[in-house]
């Protein structure tokens, strides 16, 4: 599905659910998998732990259980690694690297083919953001409200476990480059201890098959 947006000391894996899966959950994954009441949540959970043991492949860590830390609800990978995972309408994603090359990660998955409110802008959105909005069609407009949500998810993602600092959606500002598949952004919010200025401030859109992908790392 969609090729890796990550440089190659990141390990990037992507799929559709299938029928005939070909990799068998670890068994403290399976009992945690079997907690879930949800259909849907189990499926999704099932079909994000085998991308992820694709993923951490790379660095030989497929067979460590990928747990979940059951206030956060975030993934517990490997001591060595940080991760982010991902699912929507029946795809995954999952993105992992070692803490000796990279701070986060984060990736988010989005269908275009699911309808939204686009008053929720108002709960998603700054006033930059709202003003570029405004500036655009409703067909544009609303897709690029999709994208500046994405976008959000994927900052958020890779800035909470390196900060143990949660992010509102009005904690980070997102400029989109459509020209480039790219979004700078700027947070908001003064982590403990962290100095934003070691960090890079953009990441990465990408579309097909009526799905979005946004990514950023640092």
Known sequence: ???SPF?????????????NQDFLLLPEEQALAESFGSQKKRAEFVLGRICAHVALSRFGLEYEPILRNPESREPCWPDSIWGSITHSKGFAAVAVGLKKEISGIGIDLESFSKSIDFKIRHHICVDSELKWLESLSPKQANRALRII????ESIFKCFYPCTKTYLNFKDAAVSVNEAEKKFSFNILKSFPNINLQI???????????KMLLTSVYI
């Open 1 to 3: 599905m969609f090729p």
């Open 7 to 19: 440089p190659d000391y990141i390990s990037f894996y992507c799929r559709k659910n299938s029928p």
């Open 149 to 152: 949500f994405s976008a959000k």
């Open 199 to 209: 960090f890079p401030i953009h990441g990465r859109y990408a579309e097909m098959d």
